[in-house]
């Protein structure tokens, strides 16, 4: 499988495809509604689907605003139904936020794996290109998780603040458990901080708003700007990449 065909691949987790596990406030899992009369489980499932609606509307919404700044009122209109019936599902905007997030991560779970899979069978010259390659792909098709994190990591001066902050440190740490793992003799837990941590900063200016693009009066969503953001990220951490790489096995001789 060639480079452009690895990074291009579906992944898997993407947006829709990810099978809520229910939790939360009142709204059921369809799992609930077994055992219930046939009366009971369509108005389990409308529940249902009318908790997915709100988590949709709440997707878009905090993707676009900060936690503080967003409102109960905008989901609702973003959504098309009355406030009162996210109070119902979701008690408190807190309540809402946490399980957005608590959702995106369960979809990046998903992900993280194929990330770096068969990565340790690429030539190692090609490593960078595929793995920032998926990064992208990933980043672009589903473009709310990043719109979420860079508008709320902006906002705040304390992520504490932010319901369900937790899960930030989780998702970093995800990814960098992931890379050493992937390769354990090529690079030190600090060289995968530097890199992981330096590469997702970039991921949020990039691809987490659209503000470099009009910079550079480029169209965010054209396949031009998505090219000159992998050969911009590419040619940034190629170099780092092959040097930690020739250093741990000597495949590659170090770039200096």
Same mark, same amino acid.
């Given at each position: 499988m060639?480079?452009?065909t690895?990074?291009?691949?579906?992944a898997?987790?993407?947006?829709g495809?990810?099978?809520?596990?229910?939790?939360?406030?009142k709204?059921?899992?369809p799992?609930?509604?077994k055992? #219930?009369?046939?009366?009971?489980?369509?108005?389990?499932?409308?529940?249902e689907?009318?908790?997915?609606?709100?988590l949709?509307?709440?997707?878009?919404?905090?993707?676009k605003?900060?936690?503080?700044a967003a409102s109960?009122r905008?989901i609702?209109?973003?959504?098309g =139904?009355d406030?009162?019936?996210i109070?119902?599902y979701?008690?408190?905007?807190?309540d809402? =936020?946490?399980e957005?997030a608590?959702e995106m991560?369960e979809?990046?779970k998903?992900?993280r794996?194929?990330l770096?899979?068969?990565l340790?069978?690429? !030539?190692?010259?090609?490593i960078?290109?595929?793995?920032?390659?998926?990064a992208?792909?990933r980043?672009?098709a589903?473009l709310?998780?990043?719109?979420? #994190?860079?508008q709320n990591l902006?906002?705040?001066s304390n992520? *504490? *603040?932010?319901?369900? @902050?937790h899960?930030i440190p989780?998702?970093?740490?995800m990814?960098r458990?992931?890379?050493?793992?992937?390769f354990?003799a090529?690079?030190?837990?600090k060289e995968? !901080?530097?890199?992981?941590?330096s590469?997702t900063?970039?991921?949020?200016? @990039?691809?987490?708003?659209?503000?470099q693009?009009?910079v550079?009066?480029m169209?965010?969503h054209?396949?031009e700007y998505r090219e000159?953001v992998? *050969?911009t990220?590419?040619?940034?951490?190629?170099p780092?990449?092959?040097?930690?790489?020739?250093?741990g096995?000597?495949k590659v001789?170090?770039?200096?």
């Amino acid at each position: 499988m060639d480079e452009k065909t690895e990074h291009n691949a579906a992944a898997p987790g993407m947006k829709g495809s990810f099978k809520k596990k229910g939790g939360g406030a009142k709204g059921k899992p369809p799992s609930a509604a077994k055992g #219930l009369s046939p009366k009971k489980r369509k108005a389990a499932a409308k529940g249902e689907v009318a908790r997915e609606k709100i988590l949709k509307a709440a997707r878009t919404v905090f993707s676009k605003h900060p936690y503080h700044a967003a409102s109960i009122r905008m989901i609702a209109r973003e959504g098309g =139904f009355d406030h009162p019936l996210i109070h119902y599902y979701f008690p408190t905007k807190a309540d809402l =936020f946490g399980e957005v997030a608590r959702e995106m991560f369960e979809e990046f779970k998903e992900t993280r794996d194929w990330l770096a899979e068969g990565l340790e069978k690429v !030539d190692p010259l090609e490593i960078t290109g595929v793995f920032i390659g998926r990064a992208l792909s990933r980043a672009f098709a589903n473009l709310e998780p990043l719109g979420v #994190l860079t508008q709320n990591l902006a906002q705040t001066s304390n992520i *504490e *603040e932010i319901p369900g @902050y937790h899960y930030i440190p989780e998702v970093f740490g995800m990814v960098r458990k992931s890379f050493v793992e992937k390769f354990p003799a090529w690079i030190s837990e600090k060289e995968a !901080d530097q890199l992981i941590y330096s590469f997702t900063s970039l991921l949020f200016m @990039y691809v987490g708003t659209s503000c470099q693009a009009q910079v550079m009066r480029m169209d965010f969503h054209s396949f031009e700007y998505r090219e000159w953001v992998e *050969e911009t990220l590419v040619g940034m951490f190629r170099p780092h990449v092959e040097k930690a790489l020739a250093m741990g096995k000597g495949k590659v001789q170090p770039v200096i």
